[in-house]
């Protein structure tokens, strides 16, 4: 189904040719019998002609090569072809979409990706370069974005036909590995689950990011929608213009409140990514039969490696609640994960056409945020674990040119001259408070000695009077 596989199939098939062509072994080894050196330049030649291209058939993928920071997904040259099973289709991949989830699969977080060495991608656009037998509604040369649970952060995907989806004309490559995820999770949340009518209210986190931006275009083909949207405040011009009603810094408000001050008697739907904590207070927002869904812990990630705290901190404070205090509540609680249906093609395939028809419409539309090379793979996923992005972050796998090649050590030189000016600026700061003490210490000495100075003063007279 992806990357992985080919590896093992791959060298099956040279086993293979290799058994079916013995008569090439003898003419390989002619050449070093010949004195002539011309003779002997001439055969590796010959040689190299006759070498089927799926020996020689090589491409870059990134692998993740063990749990931990961003330097533990590298780009790798994989080779040989990857071999086709009946039902599947040759992608070659433009572009693939980066996903949170992905940040948690590298630090061991994500349980539907295989353990490590492994090509993450959920997501990615291309075109079809071959296809496998008993495939009759994809053929070579079509564009296509495909959707697969890890193994597409590479230049060459295999996938299902079934898994792939035919690029509306006028959306780029670009656009077309932004919306997989993204939109089929969003859409699903706030219709499946949500059942989202007119007049009602939802509660978007991280409404900058590619879930909630999409989660509020979505909210918008519905009629008088209020949507609340958490975000840092650098980002609210940005998602008030996509359509957040009310959006509020997370980060210095307290995001209960403020939706207190709005709608005191709650929320129809909120959608937590968060867990923990959060999702407790998500409970208690709601309105008689309103609906949590949440689809995330993105609260256990904190830093470049797994944080055990973070973790711990989350799952001790996991939401649990009886079915009594549901019943009695009116109210639902639902949870998403689209890595667990990814066996239900049909479903998958409805939401996605629908999504695809919204598109056409012109109601929604992927909001890039930044294109990255395969190389610069770890500069995105910071990017993104950071919160620095507004929608979706885009790897490109168009080989890097070598002018930025050349820059890239010039910009981790910065990076590294930063560093130290940082330290040196925190060492002055240390120094300077430091002398400030001192002198603090000085003065507080000073007063002392005026008081030794008078007492001695009071002294002199009696002595005299002795």
């Known amino acids: 189904m992806s990357g992985e596989d080919a590896p093992a199939e791959q060298q099956n098939a040279e086993d293979q040719k290799q058994e079916t062509k013995p008569a090439e072994e003898p003419k ?231 939706v207190r001050k709005i709608s005191p008697k709650g929320l129809d739907i909120i959608l937590d990514p968060l867990g923990g904590s959060d999702t407790h207070k998500a409970y208690n927002l709601l309105k008689p039969m309103g609906k949590l869904i949440t689809y995330g812990a993105a609260n256990m990630l904190a830093g470049q490696k797994k944080n055990l705290i973070a973790v711990a901190k989350n799952w001790y404070h996991q939401f649990s609640i009886h079915t009594l205090s549901l019943i009695q509540g009116n109210k639902s609680v639902c949870g998403f994960h689209l890595g667990y249906l990814d066996g239900e093609t049909e479903l998958i395939t409805q939401v996605m056409n629908t999504i695809l028809d919204l598109y056409k419409q012109g109601k929604v539309k992927p909001h890039i945020d930044s294109t990255w090379h395969l190389e610069q793979v770890g500069d995105a996923m910071r990017k993104m674990q950071e919160r620095n992005n507004i929608g979706k972050v885009i790897l490109t796998t168009e080989p890097m040119p070598e002018e930025e090649k050349k820059e890239e050590p010039k910009k981790e030189d910065k990076k590294d001259d930063k560093k130290k000016d940082d330290k040196k600026k925190d060492d002055k700061k240390k120094d300077d408070g430091k002398k400030e003490e001192k002198k603090d210490d000085k003065k507080k000495e000073e007063p002392k000695k005026e008081e030794k100075k008078e007492e001695e003063k009071k002294e002199e007279p009696s002595k005299e009077e002795k």
């Open 28 to 258: 390989a080894e002619e050449p070093k019998t010949e004195p002539a050196p011309a003779a002997a330049e001439a055969a590796p030649a010959a040689t190299t002609e006759k070498v089927p291209e799926e020996d020689t058939f090589t491409y870059r993928a990134l692998v993740l090569t063990g749990y931990g920071g961003y330097d533990k997904v590298k780009l790798q040259v994989k080779k040989g072809k990857p071999v086709l099973k009946a039902g599947e289709v040759l992608v070659r991949v433009k572009a693939c979409g980066l996903n949170f989830a992905d940040l948690m699969a590298r630090q061991g977080l994500y349980d539907r990706l295989p353990s490590p060495p492994v090509t993450p991608g959920m997501e990615c656009s291309g075109v079809v370069e071959a296809v496998g037998e008993e495939v009759t509604d994809r053929k070579v040369g079509d564009k296509v974005m495909a959707l697969n649970r890890f193994g597409l952060w590479q230049e060459v995907a295999v996938v299902p036909a079934t898994h792939t989806f035919l690029i509306p004309e006028g959306m780029s490559f670009e656009e077309a590995a932004a919306l997989p995820v993204n939109y089929i999770t969003a859409y699903m949340m706030l219709f499946d689950f949500g059942n989202l009518r007119p007049n009602q209210s939802v509660l978007v986190h991280a409404a900058a990011g590619g879930v909630g931006i999409a989660a509020t275009q979505l909210c918008n083909t519905v009629k008088d929608v209020t949507v609340f949207g958490t975000a840092s405040a650098s980002k609210h011009e940005t998602i008030s213009q996509g359509g957040v009603t009310h959006p509020i810094d997370y980060r210095t408000k307290d995001y209960v409140e403020e």
